[in-house]
Every structure is written in structure tokens, then in C-alpha cells.
């Protein structure tokens, strides 16, 4: 049982109340995108009824509002991630965005030729895409970091990847894939003593587990809003305030800077230095509303239902003849990723669709991992606190018939 009202939890999300082809909807897609609480909608219906006006530039109450909740979702983040200061958050799109704004500033600063990037091969795209167009744009290399059979990152093959030319080390603190946790802090010790920055990719990170970015050390550390119960069009950039202060700025425009002439421009100081043009107020501030509600419920109590509902969904899975898991690390969270003999996980993305069950089916925009393990696409159920075990029971139910029913050409 969970060490909260799941019941009352359920009930904050009205989406999880909706029927999909005659039965109730099952949400297992989390990793893909989280539902809403009403506090969430409340909060943006709020905004835009009485607060609603563009930040920082007007003398009028409304601005002193908006500028107020967009400001107050800033501090909220900080204390969310443990940041030294609110200054250290940037909002932008979501963490693909971030982890572009991190390449084309810092990292057209200072990678060069001959440089070497590090990533993991359990990278979601937008965590290798990015170093790949900076690579080829400055000369520099990306190393991979390989994984064992359990789809865990080989921290010693880490070890004799670093060197006098690494640079930055890019990895993600979950994989979106596998739900594999990395070794974050160690990865991060080791990047330093080398000399060499981190950003963690926190985008399936934030939703689970307890995250300090301090305690971690870590160089940057980037999120999206909408997998953490927040509005989609906002996300993250945590980087330290020295890294912040010493990056040129990547878009210009307003809200950035400080003087104009046609001569020569001054910056406002991070984080305002990379918020150019109006950003997503209104997301921004829901964004905080969603912090609020996973505070309350408390990130440690969701850890560990989370943690007791995925050891059910496993042992259950492993009880369907023909499915076979991929991502078996000991050190977890809430993602199930299998295929199915005789199958393809698209058919199986749609059977599981007609009892009202939500996956992902594909490739999750982390082909080389799907690739280490020979496939190139899995089905993907991903947990979240709201989800139960009844929930899993019906999967693994739907499953059993989708086995028994092989060879049966009626079915496929
Ligand atoms: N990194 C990881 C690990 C992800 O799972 C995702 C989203 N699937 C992203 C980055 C990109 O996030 P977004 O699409 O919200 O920018």
C-alpha cells in the first residue's frame, strides 16, 4: 500500500478518469509525458484570469503579478533541484531545448578541436544530437560510454574514457528506454577529476527520485516541466553561477539586456541573460504549481511505492510466455521496456490500446541503446505515483491473452 491516499491522488488528476474504447484509461505512457493535478489547471486558469500580463517591464499591478508567480515558479525550482540560487534556473521549452541552449553557448565557448565529449550510449536523442552538430561543428569527438547485459553503464570503461581532452561529460540520470538509474555522483566525481564538466539529463529523473544538484555537483542539470505533472512548453537549465555568468548569451532580443546602442550591447545578468523575447509565463508559473503538489505528496513516499509497483509490474511481466524484458539493472525506476514473440510492439501498442492501456511503442528516441540490446523498437509501459496495482494486473492480463493467442492469425 501506498504511504499516501492513493485514492485522493487519483481523484487530483481528471484525465485518469476518462474511458478509452469502453473501459476505464490506464495510463502507463509517463515517460513519454505525465498527466495533470487540478491544482495544475486551477493554476493556469488563475494566471490568465487574474494575473495575466507580460513580466518585468511595465509599472502596472498586473505586471507586478505576473512577474510575482514567474519569479516565485523560479524559487521553486531552485529549492526543488537544491540550487545554490534562483539565479541558476533558466526556463526554457523543456529539456531538449536546454540541452541545445547548454551546446551552442558553453559549448561553443569552450570545446575546440581534438576535444572529446563523453556521453552514454543510454542516451535519449536530444542528449546526443546536440554534442553531434557541436562536434562537427568545432572539431571535437564523442565517446560512448558502454553498458553491461543489464543495461547499466560500465563505470570502468567510463574511467578509461576520460582524459586530458574530455571536456564535458553529458549523461542522463535515467534512461527513458530501460529506466536504468546511473551512477550520477560517481560519474560526476570522476568527469571532475579530469577536468571536465557534467550536464545530467534530469528528464526522467525528476519525477522519481530526489534530486540535489549541489550534493551532486553537477555542472548543469536540465529537465522538462511536462514529465514532472507540469504544462508542456516549459523546462529547465540549472548550470552553476560561474558557468551561467562566463556563457555568451544564445538568442538576443528583449527582457536580456541591459543598454543598446547601435555600437555595442550590454547583458542583464543570468538568468534573464539567456530568457530573450517573452517566454512561457503562464507555464512557468504551472510549472511551480506541479513542484507544490509532488512536494506534497512528498518525493521519498513516491519513490517508494514507485519502487514497490515496479518490482509487481516485473514480476507480473515476467509470468507471459514469449515477452522478454530489456533493462533488468538492479538500480531502477518505473520503466518496463519488452518485446513480445511473435508480435511487433506496434500491434502490441494496439492491443493493449483497445483494453483502454496507454504505452509507447517504438523506439523512444533512444535507438543506439535499443540497438545494443538487437532490437529495434520495444513496448514501453512507465509508472508514475498514480498508478496501481490493479492497473498492472490488467496489463499483464491483456498480455497473457495477447501470448496465448500466438499462432492464432485471427488475433494478429
Ligand atoms: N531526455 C530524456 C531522457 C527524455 O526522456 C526526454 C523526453 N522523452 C528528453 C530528454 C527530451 O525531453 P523533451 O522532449 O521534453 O524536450
Redesign the pocket.
Known amino acids: 500500500t501506498p504511504p499516501f491516499d492513493i485514492n485522493a491522488v487519483r481523484r487530483d488528476f481528471p484525465i485518469l478518469a476518462e474511458r478509452v474504447n469502453g473501459r476505464p484509461l490506464i495510463w502507463l505512457d509517463n515517460?513519454?509525458t505525465t498527466q495533470k493535478p487540478q491544482a495544475v489547471i486551477d493554476r493556469l486558469a488563475y494566471f490568465y484570469a487574474h494575473e495575466n500580463s507580460n513580466i518585468h517591464r511595465a509599472a502596472h499591478e498586473l505586471a507586478a503579478r505576473a512577474t510575482d508567480a514567474y519569479e516565485a515558479a523560479r524559487h521553486k525550482v531552485a529549492r526543488f533541484l537544491g540550487a545554490g540560487s534562483p539565479e541558476e534556473i533558466v526556463f526554457v521549452r523543456?529539456?531538449?531545448?536546454a540541452i541545445n541552449l547548454v551546446a551552442k553557448t558553453w559549448g561553443a565557448q569552450n570545446i575546440g578541436p581534438g576535444d572529446e565529449i563523453v556521453v552514454s550510449l543510454l542516451e535519449?536523442h536530444?542528449?546526443i544530437v546536440p554534442w553531434q552538430q557541436l562536434a562537427a561543428a568545432s572539431g571535437a569527438k564523442i565517446r560512448v560510454i558502454p553498458v553491461d547485459d543489464d543495461g547499466q553503464i560500465l563505470l570502468d570503461e567510463y574511467q578509461k574514457l576520460l582524459n586530458s581532452r574530455t571536456r564535458l561529460v553529458a549523461i542522463?540520470q535515467?534512461?527513458?528506454a530501460l529506466g536504468t538509474v546511473t551512477p550520477v555522483k560517481q560519474i560526476i566525481d570522476l568527469a571532475h577529476r579530469a577536468g571536465a564538466r557534467v550536464l545530467v539529463?534530469g528528464?526522467?529523473s525528476v519525477s522519481h527520485l530526489r534530486v540535489n544538484v549541489q550534493a551532486l555537483d553537477a555542472d548543469f542539470f536540465v529537465f522538462?516541466g511536462?514529465?514532472v505533472f507540469a504544462p508542456t512548453g516549459i523546462?529547465v537549465v540549472y548550470a552553476k553561477k560561474e558557468l551561467l555568468e562566463a556563457m555568451p548569451p544564445w538568442q538576443g532580443g528583449g527582457n536580456m539586456i541591459a543598454d543598446v546602442t547601435f555600437e555595442r550591447t550590454q547583458y542583464q545578468p543570468p538568468p534573464n541573460k539567456f530568457e530573450a523575447g517573452t517566454g512561457n509565463i503562464a507555464d512557468a508559473v504551472g510549472l511551480g504549481a506541479a513542484l507544490d503538489y509532488v512536494e506534497r505528496i512528498g518525493l521519498e513516499n513516491i519513490a517508494h511505492y514507485e519502487h514497490l509497483l515496479l518490482d509487481y509490474a516485473t514480476q507480473g511481466l515476467k509470468t507471459v510466455p514469449g515477452l522478454r524484458l530489456v533493462g533488468t539493472a538492479r538500480d531502477k525506476t518505473s520503466v518496463l521496456s519488452f518485446v513480445l514473440e511473435g508480435y511487433r510492439t506496434e500491434e502490441v501498442g494496439a492491443a493493449l490500446n483497445r483494453d483502454g492501456i496507454a504505452v509507447r511503442s517504438g523506439h523512444h528516441?533512444a535507438q543506439p541503446i535499443l540497438r545494443r540490446f538487437g532490437l529495434e523498437a520495444t513496448v514501453r509501459p512507465s509508472l508514475a505515483f498514480y498508478n496501481t496495482c490493479e492497473e498492472v494486473d490488467t496489463l499483464v492480463a491483456v498480455l497473457h491473452r495477447l501470448a496465448r493467442g500466438k499462432g492464432n492469425t485471427a488475433l494478429r
Not at 94 to 97: K, L, N, Q, S, V
Open positions: 515517460a513519454a523543456g529539456a531538449t531545448e535519449h536530444a542528449n542522463t535515467v534512461s527513458n539529463d528528464a526522467q522538462s511536462h514529465k523546462g528516441c
